[in-house]
């Protein structure tokens, strides 16, 4: 049987308003680009936890925000931009889940991703920061 190989890597940004219905334009488009990679396996989770990241960009700043993917070596890695360089809130344990009304999103990334992580971003006289997680194919 001929070996196939590896599919090439990929990015996509998505620059987005600081407006709620936003969330909904990146879920879509999220859906859209890995099913049309062939990546169909990863589509329920993958938009769950960018609708985490990009909801909690739109929530907590005032300014635009953007929507990353990255496709490389059977790893996906979604992120979101936004213009507030302070670090996001720690995700809460698990067990404090049922009793909060706010703060789930961070621990459902967690939970969720493979590897999650957030870093300052500082590019074109622009402050803010990446917040990420990646999902990995097998």
């Given at each position: ?43 329920d989770t993958a938009e769950l936890l960018a609708a985490e990241l990009i909801s909690n960009a739109v929530r907590h700043t ?77």
């Amino acid at each position: 049987m001929p070996e196939t190989e590896p599919p090439a890597p990929w990015e996509y940004t998505l620059s987005i308003p600081n407006d709620p219905r936003a969330v909904t334009v990146c879920r879509r488009t999220l859906r859209l680009i890995l099913t049309l990679h062939g990546l169909i396996n990863l589509v329920d989770t993958a938009e769950l936890l960018a609708a985490e990241l990009i909801s909690n960009a739109v929530r907590h700043t005032t300014g635009p925000a953007a929507l990353r993917l990255r496709w490389s070596g059977g790893v996906l890695r979604i992120g979101a931009w936004d213009a507030d360089p302070e670090p996001p809130d720690p995700p809460l344990a698990l067990d404090q889940l049922t009793c909060a009304e706010n703060g789930r999103g961070l621990a459902l990334v967690r939970a969720c991703s493979d590897v999650w992580g957030w870093q300052p971003q500082s590019r074109n006289g622009n402050r803010g920061k990446y917040v990420w997680c990646q999902l990995a194919t097998a």
